[in-house]
T-cell receptor, first 114, second 112 residues
């Protein structure tokens, strides 16, 4: 059981480049989300999805796009990378059949923007 | 505006003793609280949770206490073990919503 899988684990980009962070889960979870972790800031919610075809913004959505075409995948896109987006990104998922279920996190993607 | 606060960035505890990690919140709509544990280069791992209808929840060595009037929760680890050395995040949500608000974390070091 792989759980939540994030790729790549590390990435270095130049300012203005675009890229997609991949997230896949094999637990048939309806809810998926993206967080970023910065020093002294904890984890902050970027975007989330309550099911295929449904996405919404979190606390810090600017500069990021998401889509949810399948239950399993929830990619995060940076259209034009900026140094302020240097961070560690975590994807998480949880079932929705019962509320207040803990979220399962992937191991993160460490992204550096030069 | 930090709605979930962990005011101690770090804590050192002797092996075998009790570790107490604290968390304060300001949003009175929060009704579900969780603790996550994080090792370096790994994602956060769920540890224990508590609903606002309770004031205590236990799971083995881990107990979470909730004081709603003070908007304060704490995580007790007894006895502390070297493998407990990690960063601990407090998180909260409101109304059955999966959107979590995290604190800034406390780095716990267990001294052998």
């Amino acid at each position: 059981n792989a759980g939540v899988t994030q790729t790549p684990k590390f990435q270095v980009l130049k300012t203005g480049q675009s890229m997609t962070l991949q997230c896949a889960q094999d637990m048939n979870h309806e809810y998926m989300s993206w967080y970023r972790q910065d020093p002294g800031m904890g984890l902050r919610l970027i975007h989330y999805s309550v099911g295929a075809g449904i996405t919404d913004q979190g606390e810090v959505p600017n500069g990021y796009n998401v889509s949810r075409s399948t239950t399993e995948d929830f990619p995060l896109r940076l259209l034009s990378a900026a140094p302020s987006q240097t961070s560690v990104y975590f994807c998480a998922s949880s079932p929705r059949v019962v509320s207040n279920q803990p979220q399962h996190f992937g191991d993160g993607t460490r992204l550096s923007i030069l | 505006d930090q709605q979930v606060k962990q005011n101690s960035p770090s804590l050192s505890v002797q092996e075998g003793r009790i570790s107490i990690l604290n968390c304060d919140y300001t949003n009175s709509m929060f009704d579900y609280f969780l603790w996550y544990k994080k090792y370096p280069a790994e994602g956060p791992t769920f540890l224990i949770s508590i609903s606002s209808i309770k004031d205590k929840n236990e799971d083995g060595r881990f107990t979470v206490f909730l004081n709603k009037s003070a908007k304060h929760l704490s995580l007790h680890i007894v006895p502390s073990q070297p493998g407990d050395s990690a960063v601990y995040f407090c998180a909260a949500s409101a109304g059955g919503n999966e959107k979590l608000t995290f604190g800034t974390g406390t780095r716990l070091t267990i001294i052998p």
